[in-house]
């Protein structure tokens, strides 16, 4: 079910206890040389419709929300952004009136890294306001990591930037936006040893053009795996949060 085309009154019909609401988030905001600044949503949007298309009676798909936390991409430019504390109160706007109406089980899909600490904060304290609600939240990548990590064959096996990940799967939905002759490999150049820890660092600091990857490796054909292998865990969590016991 598709919140958007549908009305009022057969949004007030559903099971609201019977159903998970997810709230697709994500960004607008530079990705290097070769992706559109609207990459995030992109993906993100194509992950959850999947998602809806598996459990059309289960699933409330809201609209994306297309305006990220992304202050650490601005060094590049073609970004727009909110600041942290104005995108973790959105976040609790978007799905308050829902939970206010009853909806019990609701789940934030992000589809951009700079979202997950406000996505976790915001998430908290609407525990605080509806304990008895299912709040849920995670990126699609980190649901579907093995799967992704398999299709992958450059040296990075997760989420990167631009990236061989985000370059596959736009060649897969999006090829016509994608600047081929521009795509360039953009190493990680954090240092082993500092790895496992959180290095707060803008993207004019962390990459030489933008990305942290190797999209170089991308094609179309691992893109369609891609969203397969991230549709196909997204839903197994659905299933697992509408098993959850309410209140």
């Known amino acids: 079910m ?19 609401v997810i709230a697709p988030i994500a960004a607008v905001e530079q990705h290097s040389r070769h992706l559109p600044v609207i990459t995030d949503t992109v993906l993100v949007t194509a992950v959850a419709e999947g998602v809806e298309r598996n459990l059309p009676e289960k ?3 809201l609209p994306t929300q297309w305006l990220g936390a992304s ?30 109406d009853g909806f019990g089980r609701a789940m934030l899909l992000n589809g951009h890294g700079g979202n997950i600490d406000p996505l976790q904060v915001a998430l908290r304290r609407l525990d605080r306001e509806y304990p008895g609600a299912i709040l849920t939240g995670a990126a699609y990548w980190d649901l579907a990591a093995e799967g992704l990590a398999a299709c992958c064959t450059g040296p990075r096996k997760s989420m ?31 240092p ?10 803008d993207f004019g600091r962390r990459t030489d053009h933008g990305a942290v990857g190797y999209p170089e490796q991308a094609t179309a054909e691992k893109g369609r795996k891609m969203l397969d292998a991230a549709i196909a865990a997204v839903t197994k969590v659905c299933h697992g949060v509408l098993e959850l016991p309410i209140g």
């Open 192 to 201: 082993a040893a500092v790895k496992s820890i959180f290095w707060a660092r």
């Open 160 to 190: 990167g930037h631009a990236c061989e990940l985000e370059t596959s799967m736009m060649l897969a939905l999006r090829p016509e936006l994608v600047r081929t002759d521009l795509i360039e490999d953009d190493p990680e150049s954090t």
């Open 2 to 20: 598709k919140f958007a085309e549908m009305t009022a009154p057969e949004i007030g019909r559903i099971d609201k206890t019977g159903v998970v």
């Open 71 to 100: 202050e650490h991409h601005l060094p590049f430019g073609g970004t727009l952004t909110a600041t942290l504390p104005t995108y973790e109160a959105m976040l609790m706007e978007i799905l308050r009136p829902l939970l206010h």
């Open 59 to 61: 699933v409330l798909l």
